[in-house]
């Protein structure tokens, strides 16, 4: 809850110049959230689910409920600390075949987080999970995935973003749809960049910004092995599995020079 207060507080302190609305999801947390939010930001609109829907359902609800024409999805553990939802509005404005604009994350003690990927190939994830990604020629192989092969300086068309922190077109997603909720956690923000593209718009890295994120990849960071027992590594097993059944056989969006 004290991320979420921190978020919160570092938006209300932009005092945006713009018609704009914040709207909190609780997945069934049970840790008073609504309380917290009554007391503290009564302007902002607060959704209660009865039940944990996942990331994607409960991004959903969010995404129902919004009026504007570009919707920020943030997870809480994102802080703002200057007007950079202005600079990514203005971007979005000049470039309309853009669906998904993910800016630059930095760690807390301002070094670059990698938040742009290649597409996976299905053996990524254990690459990642295990010892055999130690490998000089597999690490290579994360590396690329992990976009290391350049400075991050510059705004480029990616495969996706992390979907932590996103300025989303509302047209776009009117299109494209919701979030697919078979996905109960991870890989459904690449799902949703992959058909971002499929449905004709761009998903662009944007350098011009720096939104500070204190990411934890406790799924990543925990063996494949010792981890089965732990939920958050099975349900990142589980939408690994969902999303290469959901897409075997198709050819990826291919966007890269």
């Known amino acids: 809850m004290g991320l979420l207060q921190q978020c919160l507080k570092g938006i209300i302190l932009l005092q945006l110049d713009f018609e ?12 008073n959230t609504g309380e917290m939010i009554k007391k503290y930001f009564p302007s902002v609109k607060f959704i209660q689910s009865q039940k944990n829907l996942g990331y994607g359902g409960g991004v ?21 600390l200057t007007n950079e939802i202005g600079k990514m509005i203005n971007y979005m404005d000049e470039h309309p075949q853009i669906g998904i604009l993910g800016p630059k994350l930095i760690n807390p003690d301002g070094s670059l987080q990698y ?21 000089p020629w597999l690490k290579k192989k994360v590396a690329h995935y992990l976009m290391m092969d350049w400075d991050h300086t510059q705004n480029r068309e990616v495969d996706w973003t992390l979907g932590g922190c996103w ?15 078979r996905f109960f956690m991870y890989f459904d923000d690449v799902d949703y960049c992959r058909r971002v593209w499929e449905a004709g718009y761009k998903v662009v890295y944007f350098a011009g910004t720096e ?19 732990r939920r958050v590594v099975r349900e990142h097993i589980k939408s690994w599995i969902k999303y290469f059944a959901k897409y075997f056989g198709a050819p990826k969006p291919n966007h890269e020079k």
């Open 211 to 229: 939104i500070v994120h204190y990411h934890q990849r406790s799924s990543a960071e925990t063996s494949l092995i010792f981890g089965i027992t």
């Open 20 to 31: 704009h609305e914040v709207i909190v999801i609780d997945n069934a947390s049970g840790d």
């Open 115 to 135: 938040s742009c990927y290649r597409f996976p190939t299905f053996f990524i994830p254990f690459y990642r999970r295990t010892i055999l990604g130690k490998l």
């Open 60 to 80: 959903n609800l969010g995404i129902k409920a919004a009026k504007g024409r570009y919707l920020m999805i943030l997870n809480p553990d994102i802080v703002i």
């Open 167 to 181: 300025l989303l077109r509302k047209s776009a997603q009117e299109k494209i749809g919701l979030m697919d909720e």
